[in-house]
């Protein structure tokens, strides 16, 4: 059932079959060699034109196995492993066609039928496979332009649209914290509320809440913040009132451009043609104060907010523009915030303990510190910035053992305390569900959170929680050292 092509060039694949024959799932290349005595230089250029030429004629979710030698690929997997100049460097040549390494397996002939190794030195004489490994390369993800976008909102009752800022335009309206979503950080989210509502009645309120929101925040920093700003004088174009903006008012995001003073306060000067500024949410920690306020919430039952919140922060591995904040808040008689706090804390522990030991099985430990034992330089930007809304009592900090060795603690939450009238203390509990699904999953980027690429969601079934498999192995890094005299 096999048709059979001779004298192909694997370097020029596409010639070789018509168009509608062109699609493969599959392209197998065993042992690759030049021929006669070819050096490493050679066969690498062999390797490279061959996966430029499987890129024209693979599916989008094809693979490319590449069986070589023990010690020719250059990488971990080899044992031996050769010096990188003295190995093929089969990972660098495939990167350049858009492929990157998935996996890697012993390469056992034993399992292909009328499968025989011959052609050592271009003779009809075996060579030595021991060792040898079998390459899979699927395809990488190529990196994305994102043009401008405009999103659309309601606001005080009427439908308002201001534009996306940069970074964020592949992460608004993202959907995953909806109900049909299997997305690690919506998994982690239920699991705790289940948890939760072993000791607590539950009540989610997170419909009502507004992307923007208007008003001051306590403490701070005006620079750290993404501000969307009205202004009366401003009309969509035609291009946009071709698309059925029209009668809207639309916004738009501005870099932080106000006079500041030295700590980067807002100096709002009076007379100011902008009449209402509103900015993208920082914390959902407002919403649940402003709901205290309301008096819209019941005694002893515990309310639920959660949503994606956004802050100007430096990039690094943990620390994020947007991540999804789960509000916990609970009334109670005052008094008795501490057994609250107490059977809070000790639901959140157990919750987490239990996924982390249901998915890894290393050892997790998660410390509930009083805020006076820190110094704001000392933790992340979500616990720093939490701090600085409110008067923070606690901190859910975690620490995973791995191999012996203790991580850094990561701040994935915080505890407060707020009186509301002489009878009733209100018990804020406010989590980083993306730190805790990259610390639970072993997820070790918060872009892996973000990525559209279906490889990642494909990981993590409905409801489950599993550590993350990487389906990129070896990628090559490069450091490049610059020194000035």
Request: aromatic share 10%; with cysteine.
């Amino acid at each position: 059932g096999a048709e059979v092509v001779f004298s192909v060039d694997c370097t020029k694949l596409k010639d070789y079959f018509l168009p509608e024959k062109r699609e493969f799932d599959c392209i197998y290349f065993n042992f690759p060699h030049c021929g006669r005595k070819a050096g490493v230089v050679k066969n690498r250029e062999l390797l490279a034109r061959f996966f430029h030429s499987s890129a024209e004629v693979l599916t989008e979710e094809g693979e490319v196995h590449v069986a070589l030698c023990n010690g020719q690929g250059g990488t971990p997997a080899d044992q031996p492993r050769r010096e990188w100049h003295n190995s093929w460097q089969i990972v660098a040549v495939a990167a350049g066609a858009g492929f990157i390494l998935s996996n890697v397996h012993p390469f056992k002939a034993e399992t292909i039928h009328g499968y025989k190794c011959t052609g050592y030195r271009s003779q009809d004489k075996s060579f030595c496979i021991e060792g040898a490994l079998n390459h899979i390369f699927t395809r990488s993800t190529p990196l994305s332009c994102f043009k401008p976008m405009i999103c659309e909102i309601e606001l005080e009752s009427r439908k308002v649209y201001f534009q996306v800022p940069q970074i964020l335009v592949d992460k608004i309206n993202r959907g995953f914290l909806e109900r049909n979503s299997n997305h690690p950080v919506r998994t982690v989210k239920e699991k705790l509320t289940a948890e939760l509502s072993q000791a607590f009645p539950l009540q989610n309120t997170d419909c009502c809440l507004s992307l923007l929101h208007q008003g001051h925040l306590n403490g701070v920093c005006h620079s750290n913040i993404f501000w969307i700003i009205l202004s009366p004088e401003e009309s969509p174009s035609t291009e946009e009132m071709s698309n059925g903006v029209a009668n809207a008012v639309l916004f738009s995001h501005v870099d932080f451009c106000k006079d500041t003073d030295k700590n980067g306060w807002v100096n709002v000067q009076e007379g100011c043609h902008m009449s209402k500024q509103y900015y993208l949410r920082p914390s959902l920690l407002p919403y649940a104060q402003a709901m205290i306020q309301r008096g819209a919430f019941l005694p002893g039952t515990l309310h639920v907010l959660s949503g994606p919140v956004f802050r100007k922060c430096l990039v690094s591995p943990y620390s994020m523009p947007v991540f999804h904040e789960v509000v916990f808040v609970c009334a109670v008689n005052w008094g008795t915030e501490n057994s609250c706090i107490q059977m809070l804390v000790n639901s959140i522990k157990t919750s987490i303990h239990s996924l982390h030991r249901t998915v890894s099985g290393s050892k997790l430990s998660i410390n509930l510190q009083e805020a006076t034992s820190f110094e704001t330089s000392e933790l992340d930007d979500f616990a720093a910035f939490e701090s600085q809304l409110s008067e923070t009592q606690y901190f859910i900090c975690m620490e995973i053992d791995t191999s012996g060795t203790c991580e850094k603690g990561s701040c994935v939450g915080i505890v407060r305390t707020e009186l509301v009238s002489s009878e009733l203390v209100v018990v804020f509990a406010s989590l980083n569900l993306d730190l805790l699904a990259m610390l639970i999953c072993g997820i070790c980027d918060w872009r892996m959170l973000w990525t559209s690429d279906t490889r990642f969601l494909r990981q993590f079934p409905r409801g489950e929680l599993r550590l993350f498999k990487s389906f990129s192995l070896y990628p090559p890094s490069y450091v490049h050292d610059v020194s000035f005299w």
